[in-house]
């Protein structure tokens, strides 16, 4: 059996806890390997490889950090065919899939190479007489980031990628579900010529995840996953003093207008709802039908199921994997024997999920009672569920009284109901006539309410002002000859 080793000081360390925790193969069932589950000595170990690493890091030129963030792009770009079939292995999605991940990672690396214009500061010159002005973006120094499962390649690389491009060095816990793509990328980005010790992976649990947050030389720590535990880095984090952002969970809504074309919706609603079989954070949970669009659009959807085609990505021509373990599969079917909605497509019936491997075909949930569980939880799976409301304002009453704010969705013809739907909705990242609204990375991602605890999004300009702290200069090359004693306020007048 192939132990998952950790990463620390620019080098594979094998594990020597007692905790061993299984890694499958989701198409298969079968173990493919243990991670061997970080310690808080071995936690502690990463963090001071960083920690000695830091210093020489910061002190090298924007210019030279860029480059290694350049060698580092072209080399994910060189082997992502690699990463993409590592990661669909260990997760289950599809290589395509995986591979649409590592090209939107690959954009944050591609950002993060503009830092000597990004990490520019700002200058006034004579602010006061003979006095100048001027801010700079300083490094934290050692921060660390816990990514989930369903983005093992996007996410790490949506936070170390400005984290380390700013000066700081990282101590990455991945899913210990999907561990291998942390170590593939330690090490491109080792052959990119970063130093040995500014990136490290601890594999592990709970235990590593607490031992980060209680560790005095972590300043800053980033999350995504639930919200359950979002909560709880985020207010473990903060207690011990650092700054955090920690992106919980979802439940998208995709509202459909009565003149919205359907055929173009229900292709939106299947594609945003079982990429991936829908273990995303920005997929589409529900689709809000409008007014009489409710019964066609159903209809289109449940269409267009039964013509995706399930299976493992040794599959040419599978669109959607399994689940990632057994017992989350057999969470979001138990899902199916709730009250509160009409099945119309029941994906436990599918033949593929008699099969091996933790699959489950695509469900969709007709009438759905706001409720019931299907509205209530982020059940994080292939099951689609559908609303019916009369107007356009109960649409928005249900998005914005949601728990949940990270994405939502309008499909229309009309650009005047678009424009206020975007202004009226209470929610981080919004679609029109697009139903997975990912920021670009130029941009930031991140939701609102119980979607998202802490103040900066991830990744583009506020991913670089979390991982940078702003210092202001205040300074004057004074005249010997007009200095004097002045015991009064400073004048800027």
């Keep these: 059996m192939r132990d998952i080793p950790h990463w620390i000081g620019g080098r594979e360390v094998a594990g020597t806890g007692d905790v061993r925790l299984p890694v499958f193969d989701p198409a298969t069932g079968e173990l493919r390997a243990e991670v ?24 090298a030129s924007l210019s030279r950090r860029a480059e290694v963030m350049f060698h580092f792009r072209d080399l994910v770009d060189e082997h992502r065919k690699e990463i993409a079939t590592l990661l669909s292995s260990e997760h289950g999605k599809t290589v395509a899939d995986a591979a649409g991940e590592v090209t939107r990672g690959l954009e944050n690396a591609e950002f993060a190479a503009g830092a000597p214009h990004l990490l520019k500061g700002d200058y006034s010159e004579q602010a006061a007489t003979g006095v100048d002005v001027y801010s700079i973006q300083q490094p934290l120094g050692v921060v660390a980031g816990i990514t989930p499962f369903n983005f093992p390649a996007m996410v790490p690389m949506w936070m170390f990628c400005n984290a380390l491009v700013a000066g700081n060095t990282f101590v990455l816990k991945p899913s210990e579900k999907d561990p291998s793509v942390s170590l593939l990328l330690a090490d491109l980005l080792r052959r990119a010529g970063l130093p040995d010790g500014a990136f490290n992976v601890v594999q592990g649990d709970k235990v590593a995840v607490d031992a980060l947050l209680a560790d005095p030389d972590v300043q800053a720590v980033s999350f995504v996953g639930s919200t359950p535990v979002a909560k709880y ?11 955090v952002q920690a992106l919980g969970g979802a439940k998208n809504h995709m509202v459909v207008l009565p003149d919205a074309d359907v055929p173009t919706a229900a292709d939106a609603a299947v594609s945003a709802g079982f990429g991936s079989a829908g273990e995303r954070c920005m997929a589409v949970s529900v689709v809000v039908a409008v007014g009489g669009v409710g019964a066609p659009l159903v209809d289109a959807i449940k269409e267009r ?53 933790f699959f489950l075909a695509p469900s969709l949930v007709d009438n759905v009672d706001i409720d019931s569980p299907y509205y209530r939880d982020e059940i994080f799976g292939p099951v689609l569920s559908v609303v019916r409301v009369d107007t356009y304002e109960e649409a928005v009453a249900l998005v914005n009284d949601n728990p949940y704010g990270n994405g939502t969705a309008i499909f229309t013809r009309d650009g005047g109901v678009a424009r206020r739907f975007q202004y009226d909705v209470v929610c981080g990242m919004v679609g029109v006539n697009v139903p997975v609204p990912v920021p670009v990375a130029y941009y930031s991602f991140g939701g609102w309410k119980t979607s998202l605890f802490g103040d900066l999004h991830m990744y583009g300009p506020d991913g670089l002002r979390f991982y940078t702290r702003t210092k202001v200069v205040t300074s004057r090359w004074p005249d010997p000859a007009t200095s004097e004693v002045d015991l009064g306020f400073p004048k800027v007048r």
């Design 36 to 59: 061997v589950a970080a310690t808080p000595e071995e936690v502690r170990a990463a963090v001071l490889s960083a920690r000695k690493a830091q210093p020489a890091w910061r002190a």
């Design 233 to 243: 880095i985020s207010e473990t984090s903060t207690r011990a003093g650092k700054r």
């Design 305 to 357: 199921i039964e013509n995706i085609r399930v299976g493992p990505a040794s599959d040419p021509g599978a669109e959607m994997g399994p689940l990632i373990t057994g017992e989350h599969r057999d969470r979001v079917r138990s899902y199916l024997d709730h009250d509160g909605g009409t099945v119309v497509v029941d994906g436990r019936t599918a033949p593929i999920t008699q099969g091996p491997g």
